[in-house]
Structure formats: structure tokens, C-alpha cells
């Protein structure tokens, strides 16, 4: 069955120009209005991708767009020639790709069809999101699984680092060989050894008989060494001996034992620090490194975030063959702002134990663990759309904002109050007629003395009405340049008064 791609009208002259290409060019094509949600569009069978014609910055295209990231639907748009940047407003838009107008019908036809492509590789691997930086690793998937050169996946923990190693292999033409992963952080030294390059019988105690180890397992396919920063010097040198020629020898083996293995590390540390730190060899590291991935972390690709929770749901609720309806938008905008320190695994694992103990099947900010609510980084300012009362879970949720506020608000006072006491605090006391402010000033500061400005004066607690009048009159005179007469007026009081009190305070 064909393809079906959707092309907005906004820019109808565009449209139908695009329309005639893609059609020509075998597609199954249909012109739609951005009012058009993804879903209502197509009646039930979702496009494999959206050309947006126009009006990108409309908010109709906008909700279009949002509706298609959420539905894994792929999107070019077509940017205005006078667009100081495009690849910024695509950036911007969260546009899987974008074409400057007026636009090649074979260019685009090209661009579409290479969406398309990602879709189904997208499908294939279940690599999900439509976040640049998921779509620039797809990008390089497809370059490097035809090669056998060594790839490096750097990348947090519960990043897809395993799931991009496995797409590699899958789309190789060692697909229908072994794919064999190692855990090298999980494993003793001297066992490491052995489980990756096998032992003769005798080799150790307990070694009763041969044993073939990973590399030899995985003869013809792929080996995944994962964690692989946490492997020990001897071991290291071992593994750069294989990368150089392919050879090794088996723990206690004296025949040496040649492989065709693909290698496919990863880590999730910086691979470059640990050489830094002299804790791995540096020519390992650049015999590991000669491709390279790097998967960055959730929070650094929220856009990615409510396809992700609306496709585990999906999955898990089959899974466990619950009646599931969804999320409420509350809940989403909560795992949208989350931390999400364990990334995509601690994303899915919270999905699924949600989808099995949400009590409405459905999933409410009240299901969410304290925990994940806690790590909500930003404030979000709600809005509740008017003439509608809030709900009680956005009441529930403005409290608790609140509550954070008034705590975030306390430990500021506890810090301020638990400053050391020589520490000097600067009260302002403002311009003669206005208001009181109390802050820190700092050198260079705006309200640093200046004749104009007003006059700071020093305060430290326990200090007498004496001591703020000496300090007063300090402050005016170092103000004044030791001048007074114009001290006293900057004061607000005679010049005999200032006169009397320079001599009971002794100041001269
Ligand atoms: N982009 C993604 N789309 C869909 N699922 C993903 C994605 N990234 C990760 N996952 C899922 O998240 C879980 C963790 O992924 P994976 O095991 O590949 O992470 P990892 O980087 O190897 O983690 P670790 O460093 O802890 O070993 C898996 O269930 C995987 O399927
Ligand atoms: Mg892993």
C-alpha cells in the first residue's frame, strides 16, 4: 500500500505544485487544512508524513505539528525565503526536516521519501522520537550499520544506548548472526577475561572444561561491550589486541584464535575522562571511538517525552490487557517537566507501573510517585482557560506549587539568617522620602554611593541607634568628600547638629 502524505493548503499555490510531484511520484496523497488534527485527517490511518505548505508560525500549525510529534508522524516544512534562519525556526518548530521556498518538487519529493524511510526504520528498531537529536542518531544508524568499523555509544544511563547497538547489528548484513552483549562493569576481572576470550580445560581451579568465550560466540556477528569504561588495565590491553588483528588467545591457551566480530561499545561515562583520569588507555580509546553516537539525556529532548509516555501506555496497557484511556494533560505536563535522571528506562518503567495501578485507567497527577513530581525542575505558570472553575486536581496542583514556593522561600531566609555574623549587611534606606529594601551590595553595584543615588548605610545585627547614626554620618561624608556643610544637608539636619555628633562620636 502506498505511503499516504498529507499536504497542508495554507500556501495553496505550493500545495498544489507538491501535491502533482509527490503524486506523480507514487504517493498516496491527500490536502488538508492546518484545523486538521493528524488523526481526524486521515480517519484512522495515520500519515506517514505531513508537508506543511505555510503558516508555520500560525497556531493552527503549530497544533498540527504537536499532534504529529505526539503520533510519530514526520514532518517537512516549507520556510519562508525571508526567515533570518531557517534551520533555527525548523529548530524552533520541531519540524523533522525543512526546505527553503520556493521549493524543488523533486527535492521535496526526495525529502519525503527519505521521511519515510526513517519512519519505517523507526519501526523496525523501535528507536522512538522525533527530536532532532533522535532523528541525527537514526541518521547515523543507517550510515554505520553497513560498515564493520567500531562504534562507540556514549550516552546516560537508560539513554537507548543497547537499543541503538542492537538496531546497528539488525540492519547489518550480520543481522542473521549472533548478537552477543557483555556487561563488563557486572563482572570480575579475572572472570571477564575469561568469559570474553573462553578458557582451556585446566586453565584456573574450577575450570573442568573448555569454554568458549564471547568473542568466539559472537563469530560473525556482533559483540556488545557495554559499561566498558569499567574495564580492568590487563584487560584492556587484551581487547586492543583483538581490535588491532582480530586475535586472541583463550585463558589458558597457547594457539591463537582468529574472529570475525563487529565491536560496538558503550559507556556511560565520558570515555575521554577516564583517559584523562589515566584510569583507560588512550590507544584503546581511539581504537573504540572510530564511529561515534552520542545519545543525549530526556530532559535535554522533552519534545520526545509524550510520544514516549503515549506509546508505553499504549504497549502496556495491551500488555497487561487493561482498559486503558490515557493520561490527563496535568499528569503529561508533569513527566514533560520532570528531571528524568534514569531517562527513557525509569520513563518506561514508571509508565508501566502506572498503567497497572492507576485506579480510573487513566493516569492522574495523584498516580505520579512523589518522587518523579518532586524533580519538576521549572514552574509552570497554569492558566486556567476562562469561565471554566479549576479541577480539583489543578487545585491540588497549585498548592502543592505553593507549598514549594513557600519552602524554597524559607531556605532562603535559613541561608540569609545562617551567614556568618562579620559578614556586613547593608541595609538601603532608600531616598529620603521612599521606601525601605534590604539587600547585599556588592562593589560595582548600581546602588554603590553616588551623590544622586541614596545613601547606604551600614548595619550589622546588634548594632545601637548610635552606631546606625555613626555609621550614618561616615557613609555622608565619604559621600561628600569629607564637605560638611554638604554632608549635613545630605543628612537632613543642621550643620551644628552634624557638628556636635562628629564630636561626641569622636569622628574627625
Ligand atoms: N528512543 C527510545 N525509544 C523507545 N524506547 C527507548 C528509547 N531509548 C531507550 N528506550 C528504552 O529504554 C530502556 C533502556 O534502554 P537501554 O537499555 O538501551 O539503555 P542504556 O543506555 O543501555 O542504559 P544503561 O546505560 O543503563 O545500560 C529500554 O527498555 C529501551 O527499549
Ligand atoms: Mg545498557
Known amino acids: 500500500m502506498a505511503d499516504r502524505v498529507l499536504i497542508t493548503t495554507d500556501d495553496l499555490e505550493n500545495a498544489v505544485r507538491i501535491n502533482a510531484a509527490l503524486e506523480q511520484a507514487g504517493l498516496d496523497t491527500a490536502m488538508v487544512s492546518s484545523l486538521d488534527d493528524v488523526r481526524q485527517a486521515v480517519n484512522?490511518?495515520?500519515?506517514?508524513?505531513?508537508?506543511?505548505?505555510?503558516?508555520l508560525h500560525e497556531t493552527t500549525a503549530k497544533r498540527l505539528l504537536a499532534a504529529a510529534r505526539d503520533h510519530a508522524v514526520s514532518t517537512l516544512g516549507l520556510v519562508e525565503p525571508t526567515e533570518d534562519d531557517p534551520n533555527e525556526i525548523g529548530r524552533e518548530l520541531g519540524l523533522t526536516d525543512w526546505l527553503v521556498k520556493p521549493a524543488d518538487p523533486a527535492?521535496?519529493?526526495?525529502?519525503?521519501?527519505?521521511?519515510?524511510?526513517?519512519?519505517r526504520l523507526q519501526q523496525r528498531t523501535s528507536i522512538l522520537g522525533e527530536s532532532s537529536a533522535i532523528q541525527e542518531v537514526l541518521v547515523?544508524?543507517?550510515?554505520?550499520?553497513?560498515?564493520?568499523?567500531?562504534?562507540?555509544?556514549?550516552?546516560?544511563?537508560?539513554?537507548?544506548?543497547e537499543l541503538v547497538a542492537r538496531?546497528?547489528?539488525?540492519?547489518?548484513?550480520?543481522?542473521?548472526?549472533a548478537f552477543i552483549a557483555v556487561n563488563c562493569a557486572a563482572i570480575t576481572e579475572t572472570l571477564l577475561e575469561s568469559e570474553l576470550f573462553g578458557h582451556e580445560k585446566g586453565a584456573f581451579t574450577g575450570a573442568a572444561e573448555r569454554r568458549l568465550g564471547r568473542f568466539e560466540l559472537a563469530n560473525g556477528g556482533t559483540i556488545f561491550l557495554d559499561e566498558v569504561a569499567e574495564m580492568a588495565p590487563a584487560t584492556q590491553v587484551k581487547l586492543l589486541?583483538?581490535?588491532?588483528?582480530?586475535?586472541?588467545?583463550?585463558?589458558?591457551?597457547t594457539q591463537p584464535i582468529q574472529v570475525d566480530v563487529r565491536v560496538?561499545?558503550?559507556?556511560?561515562?565520558?570515555?575521554?575522562?577516564?583517559?584523562?583520569?589515566?584510569?583507560?588507555?588512550?590507544?584503546?580509546?581511539?581504537?573504540?571511538?572510530?564511529?561515534?553516537?552520542?545519545?543525549?539525556?530526556?530532559?535535554?529532548?522533552?519534545?520526545?517525552?509524550?510520544?514516549?509516555?503515549?506509546?508505553?501506555?499504549?504497549?502496556?496497557?495491551?500488555t497487561h490487557d487493561k482498559q486503558f484511556k490515557g493520561i490527563t494533560p496535568e499528569a503529561m505536563q508533569i513527566l514533560v517537566d520532570a528531571d528524568w535522571p534514569g531517562n527513557v528506562r525509569q520513563l518506561r518503567n514508571l509508565i508501566e507501573s502506572m498503567v497497572v495501578l492507576a485506579p480510573q485507567g487513566e493516569i492522574k497527577p495523584s498516580d505520579i510517585p512523589p518522587e518523579i513530581r518532586d524533580r519538576v525542575r521549572t514552574l509552570p505558570v497554569r492558566i486556567t482557560a476562562p469561565g471554566r472553575e479549576a479541577t480539583g486536581?489543578?487545585?491540588?496542583?497549585?498548592?502543592?506549587?505553593?507549598?514549594?514556593?513557600?519552602?524554597?522561600?524559607?531556605?532562603?531566609?535559613?541561608?540569609?539568617?545562617?551567614?556568618?555574623?562579620e559578614r556586613v549587611e547593608v541595609i538601603e534606606v532608600g531616598t529620603r522620602d521612599s521606601g525601605l529594601g534590604t539587600r547585599e551590595l556588592e562593589a560595582g553595584d548600581p546602588l554603590a554611593p553616588n551623590p544622586q543615588s541614596p545613601i547606604p548605610v551600614i548595619y550589622k545585627p546588634g548594632m545601637t541607634m548610635s552606631d546606625v547614626e555613626k555609621a550614618a554620618i561616615d557613609a555622608a561624608l565619604r559621600e561628600t568628600h569629607g564637605n560638611r556643610r554638604k554632608a549635613a544637608e545630605t543628612l537632613g539636619i543642621g550643620e551644628r547638629t552634624l557638628y556636635r555628633k562628629l564630636k561626641e562620636y569622636a569622628i574627625d
Not at 141 to 158: C, F, H, K, R, Y
Not at 168 to 173: G, N, R
Not at 241 to 253: H, I, K
Open 44 to 55: 484512522g490511518k495515520e500519515p506517514a508524513a505531513i508537508v506543511l505548505s505555510g503558516g
Open 107 to 119: 527535492e521535496v519529493t526526495a525529502t519525503v521519501r527519505r521521511l519515510i524511510e526513517r519512519r
Open 140 to 161: 547515523k544508524i543507517e550510515q554505520m550499520a553497513p560498515v564493520t568499523s567500531t562504534v562507540l555509544i556514549e550516552g546516560e544511563s537508560g539513554t537507548g544506548k
Open 167 to 177: 538496531a546497528i547489528h539488525d540492519l547489518s548484513p550480520r543481522r542473521g548472526k
Open 241 to 253: 589486541r583483538v581490535l588491532e588483528d582480530r586475535t586472541f588467545f583463550r585463558v589458558g591457551g
Open 264 to 318: 560496538i561499545a558503550a559507556t556511560n561515562k565520558s570515555l575521554k575522562d577516564a583517559v584523562g583520569l589515566g584510569t583507560f588507555r588512550d590507544d584503546l580509546f581511539y581504537r573504540l571511538n572510530v564511529l561515534s553516537i552520542y545519545l543525549p539525556p530526556l530532559r535535554e529532548r522533552r519534545s520526545d517525552i509524550p510520544l514516549l509516555v503515549r506509546t508505553f501506555t499504549a504497549e502496556f496497557s495491551k
Open 393 to 421: 486536581q489543578e487545585l491540588e496542583f497549585i498548592f502543592r506549587t505553593l507549598i514549594e514556593l513557600k519552602m524554597q522561600l524559607e531556605d532562603l531566609r535559613r541561608r540569609m539568617n545562617d551567614r556568618p555574623a
